[in-house]
């Protein structure tokens, strides 16, 4: 895989950028989510932060009244569109940029020709919410570019329906909250339910988020998102025989849940255990950190990977095998995968000291094993997109 970041910084790109004159430059982030996952769309607690790697839009009007165009400097790919006809093709990427433009249009706001360069060094495809960046960030461009007056979480929500209505994924909200949102140093621990959050300061030296990217992602993670999906919401409808006023796992408790065991479809009975039992980790993470209890905070993070991967069955074989190759590493307090799974990356909380060396051993090893190479970076609590 190519060095992104060196990339995003090559002369090349810059002096494309010097001549463009941007009015509004947005620098628009990833992120990562340290535990809570599958959660959001359950209306229950997540705990991601933006991270330092990000979409950089630079954008401008052009004096047109409709037509608009926007450049991919690192996939050097453009695509133009009227803001009239904004029919779908076949690239997937611009299913983002116009479900953007129409979730816009749709509260309202009017909007004039524009165009836009677009430049990253936050790897696709690895779990890290390129897709939230992409969203978040041309949603922040343009209602800079046309004064449009949209509050932050406005442009969350507009955000998660694009992705909704565009792409078609049902994601939770928590991605575009993150990548919104955030503030350097710390991670959010959101209530997806009332959207209620806490800024939990995140200093853990001398350890380390270690990212290890398996540089697979395998097809199904569109189709079996959207089947969890239902699959909870399967689990809630058969709920609600005995517990009439719940409408989400966010308010079942274990025992709630184990009593009526027996009634279950055993996939559905996994997949609610799976998420009844990650918002208590959820809640129980946040005590750890709060105490610097960085070994129960591991823990639990590892006890996230084993649902995961056995009650909610969204890891992969690589994903499995890195977790398990970082339990010999006394260095390694937890690992687990993250984000929507079928692929994408690890997170590792490492011991600072040690990431050099197990970044080499667990590259060898992967390699051995798969065939393939595994890419690493390290990621920072970092601020949510801002205009630079
Ligand atoms: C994807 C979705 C999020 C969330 C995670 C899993 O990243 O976009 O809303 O559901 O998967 O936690």
Same mark, same amino acid.
């Given at each position: 895989m190519q060095n992104q970041y060196s990339l995003a910084q090559s002369p090349e790109y810059l002096a494309q950028i010097g001549q463009f004159k941007a009015d509004v430059v947005i620098n628009s982030p990833g992120r990562v989510n340290l535990i809570g996952e599958h959660t959001d769309y359950n209306n229950g607690f997540v705990m991601p932060t933006a991270i330092d790697k990000t979409i950089q839009f630079h954008l401008r009007k052009n004096g047109s009244k409709s037509l608009c165009s926007i450049s991919s400097l690192n996939y050097n790919t453009t695509y133009n569109f009227d803001l009239n006809n904004t029919n779908l093709n076949d690239a997937e990427w611009t299913h983002y940029i116009i479900g953007v433009?129409?979730?816009?249009?749709?509260?309202?706001?009017?909007?004039?020709?524009?165009?836009?360069?677009?430049?990253?060094?936050?790897?696709?495809?690895?779990?890290?919410?390129?897709?939230?960046?992409?969203?978040?960030?041309?949603?922040?461009?343009?209602?800079?570019?046309?004064?449009?007056?949209?509050?932050?979480?406005?442009?969350?929500?507009?955000?998660?329906?694009?992705?909704?209505?565009?792409?078609?994924?049902?994601?939770?909200?928590?991605?575009?909250?993150?990548?919104?949102?955030?503030?350097?140093?710390?991670?959010?621990?959101?209530?997806?339910?009332?959207?209620?959050? &806490?800024?939990?300061?995140?200093?853990?030296?001398?350890?380390?988020?270690?990212?290890?990217?398996?540089?697979?992602?395998? /097809?199904?993670?569109?189709?079996?998102?959207?089947?969890?999906?239902?699959?909870?919401?399967?689990?809630?409808?058969?709920?609600?025989?005995?517990?009439?006023?719940?409408?989400?796992?966010?308010?079942?408790?274990?025992?709630?849940?184990?009593?009526?065991?027996? &009634?279950?479809?055993?996939?559905?009975?996994?997949?609610?255990?799976?998420?009844? &039992?990650?918002?208590?980790?959820?809640?129980?993470?946040?005590?750890?950190? &709060?105490?610097?209890?960085?070994?129960?905070?591991?823990?639990?993070?590892?006890? /996230?990977?084993?649902?995961?991967?056995?009650?909610?069955?969204?890891?992969?074989?690589?994903?499995?095998?890195?977790?398990?190759?970082?339990?010999?590493?006394e260095a390694i307090l937890g690992c687990r995968m993250m984000g929507g799974g079928f692929g994408g990356c690890t997170i590792n909380l490492i011991h600072q000291d040690a990431v050099e060396e197990y970044v080499a051993s667990a590259k060898e090893a992967y390699y051995k094993k798969y065939n393939l190479n595994l890419t690493a970076f390290t990621a920072m609590p970092s601020n949510g997109g801002e205009r630079v």
């Open positions: 433009v129409e979730e816009i249009k749709k509260l309202g706001k009017s909007l004039e020709g524009f165009d836009c360069l677009m430049l990253s060094n936050l790897p696709m495809g690895a779990g890290i919410s390129s897709s939230a960046a992409l969203e978040c960030g041309l949603a922040m461009g343009i209602n800079e570019l046309f004064d449009l007056k949209l509050t932050k979480l406005e442009i969350v929500k507009l955000s998660q329906l694009a992705e909704h209505n565009y792409v078609g994924t049902k994601c939770g909200i928590m991605d575009q909250f993150a990548s919104v949102m955030s503030v350097e140093n710390h991670v959010i621990k959101l209530d997806c339910e009332s959207l209620e959050y &806490e800024m939990l300061p995140f200093a853990i030296e001398p350890y380390k988020l270690l990212l290890l990217n398996t540089n697979v992602s395998h /097809s199904l993670s569109t189709s079996e998102y959207n089947v969890r999906r239902e699959e909870c919401e399967k689990g809630v409808a058969l709920l609600k025989k005995w517990y009439p006023e719940i409408d989400s796992l966010r308010h079942v408790s274990l025992e709630q849940l184990r009593e009526y065991k027996s &009634e279950f479809d055993s996939t559905i009975y996994a997949r609610c255990e799976y998420v009844v &039992e990650e918002n208590l980790r959820v809640t129980q993470a946040a005590t750890a950190l &709060e105490n610097n209890d960085l070994c129960t905070f591991g823990k639990l993070m590892y006890a /996230s990977h084993d649902g995961l991967q056995n009650k909610y069955e969204v890891s992969c074989k690589e994903l499995d095998f890195l977790t398990e190759f970082s339990k010999d590493n």
